[in-house]
């Protein structure tokens, strides 16, 4: 039965997948955070917000698609297939319908992220359209808040608990070969 909340020890000090995972979600927050003060008006010199919302736009569109196949595609087949308690499909169904729902947003965000970083005058574009931003943005952190803690207590203790240990090192190879492609 899987702990909530849980943390279940690695037999090894090598970084196993849910540390690669974990590790994604600290660079969310991180560029969650950043989004949300690139959509705050003043402060920041024109260059610097420029290069912040470049570096949001980057993220969003290039490493967190990566992450989210590395959940749908590659760990909810596994845990699947490893008898899992009978509320645990259910959890993983969630968080897959909740990327659709984060990436459809990020797909409206993303066209105004990379309008900010070409925008010769930041201030002057946020002053149009950065209250729009900031809601979006808001609610960006909101989405992420409630998709992150289920995934954390729930869905990767579940990947020490449940996957032999040859299954997840065979998921930490495919989630790095997936990096390293593009
Ligand atoms: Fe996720
Ligand atoms: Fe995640």
Do not use: N
């Not at 499909?89 to 900010?116: K, Y």
């Amino acid at each position: 039965m899987i702990q909530i909340g849980s943390r279940p020890q690695k037999s090894t000090s090598e970084p196993d997948a849910v540390d690669l995972l974990l590790g994604c979600h600290d660079r969310i927050r991180k560029f969650v955070a950043l989004g949300l003060r690139v959509a705050e008006p003043g402060g920041a010199p024109a260059a610097e917000r420029r290069e912040a919302a470049q570096a949001v736009h980057r993220y969003f569109t290039v490493g967190l698609p990566r992450h989210s196949h590395d959940e749908d595609e590659l760990v909810v087949p596994r845990l699947l297939l490893a008898h899992p308690p009978a509320a645990l499909p259910r959890v993983l169904a969630t968080m897959s319908g909740q990327h659709e729902d984060l990436h459809r947003l990020i797909d409206r965000l993303t066209p105004r992220w990379a309008e900010l970083a070409a925008s010769a005058d930041p201030d002057g574009w946020l002053q149009g359209a950065g209250a729009a931003l900031a809601e979006d943005t808001r609610r960006l952190h909101a989405m992420f808040v409630t998709h992150l803690e289920p995934e954390e207590t729930i869905i990767f203790p579940a990947i020490r608990l449940l996957l032999p240990a040859h299954v997840q090192r065979e998921l930490l190879s495919e989630i790095r070969a997936f990096h390293l492609r593009e």
